[in-house]
């Protein structure tokens, strides 16, 4: 009893302390974040506010605002952020494994700071490496291409410890312990759609369009041996990939006389999100002591596409990479653990109401425990907001005019004239909601050459 007063205790200043900020409204937050972009607004103010409390969810979402604001310093100091974050979190798996507070276990997840997903850290490579060519530093663009092809290299090895570690965790947990003698009865949940098939599974927790976007660098700065081992790579997960093959065979053509091209890399409207869905257990199920028995679990949902392709001028873009899938993929392989985690706040908040009512029934110790449930119930769904639907390419010869990008009703999406015809230019168009579209233009300096 004077083990779980004082624990009761530490729960409760801390939500006091905190003014329960952990579990502000993320989803409400995030979709603010989204609107500015969507608007944009390039104002940091909000970003660097959340730094503080949830240093690497903010350090990735304001590189994305920061690079679609043509502000690529900022973008990558922001990412270097995010970059640190994630080395630390990979040097303690390798420590000592992953640790879980026994606060997230007594309140939950949303208490810890966020941990970020594998696609997220391969894609924040890639985007620092699209914002080092921006900026006409190839060399540096190179590292991060590298790091992006290492940490593709090294994710299902670093996933599968992660996933083990985190159910050592659970078993080892003195909350789990406590807790599971009490009876659930039921853990079928009915209604719980989280776990999504992927329209298209890539081997390995593989993102073809990193490795794509990859080779397409080393071809811009001339390593065609690099550029075609790697088109080759993407081929062997897109086999029926026109462009890619196209393009693996510019790799044997590397004559200084050569035609010089322009490609056009297409990110197509807005990636799954993760949503709440909680479920309610009936109290009868543990005993009369309770009011609420919940779960709130996280879901992923898909969201629109923008245009559903682009022409650069006849040339149609086509999927290199279906952004869902990967989410997808790597979501459903960490919802056994999630799942579990949910269950075991889940069974510690039934533990802690009960507790309340039978020691404290005079004092409404029944609706003290229905506020701690209100209070720490609530699922994770904290992600890197700006990952599209899918990225789409298409590419042809530098034209001596204009080079228009039509939308597929014929219309002229976008002009650009600037490209000059000695080199190799890649013209990145994002395009969240139909409309909306934000445009950086890659031609590296002859100085390179």
Known sequence: MKKFINSLVVVFT???????????????????????????DCQYSDVKEYIKSDPLLWSLNGGSLAYHCGDYRKSIKFFDK????????????????????????????????????????????????????????????????????????????????????????????????????LPTHSSEIPDYYGDITPAIIYPDFINPFATYMSALFFYLDHDYAKAGELFKQTLRMLPNQRQVKQDLILTERNSPNKQHYVWLIYENGLGMIKTSFTYQFPAYFFTDKIVSAQISLPTIEKRTSSYPYLLLNKQK????????????????????????????NMINNVGIQYLLEENLE???????????????SGADIR???????????ARMEIPNQPINIYKPDGSILTTVSSLSKDRDAIIYIKSDIIEHFKVHIIQKNPKYN
């Open 14 to 40: 801390v939500l006091i302390l905190n003014g329960c900020s952990m579990f502000r409204d993320n989803e409400e937050i995030l979709n603010q974040y989204e609107k500015q972009v969507i608007t944009d």
């Open 82 to 181: 995010a970059e640190a974050i994630f080395k630390k979190q990979e040097l303690e798996l390798d420590i000592k494994g992953v640790e879980r507070s026994f606060l997230s276990i007594l309140i939950n997840n949303n208490i810890n700071d966020y941990n970020g997903e594998n696609y997220e850290k391969i894609m924040m490579n890639v985007y620092k490496g699209l914002d080092f060519m921006l900026l006409d530093d190839f060399d540096n663009a190179r590292v991060e291409f590298n790091r992006a092809l290492d940490r593709q290299r090294r994710a299902s090895e670093y996933f599968q410890k992660e996933i083990n570690e985190a159910y050592l965790e659970f078993n080892r947990s003195s909350a789990r312990s406590e807790v599971m003698t």
């Open 317 to 344: 873009t086509t999927e290199i990479a279906d952004m869902d899938s990967i989410i997808q993929l790597e979501f459903n392989k960490k919802l056994p653990a999630i799942y579990t985690e949910a269950m075991l």
């Open 362 to 376: 005079e004092y409404g110790g029944k609706w003290l425990g229905f506020l701690y449930q209100t209070l720490t």
């Open 383 to 393: 992600q890197w907001r700006s990952l599209p639907k899918n990225f789409q390419i």
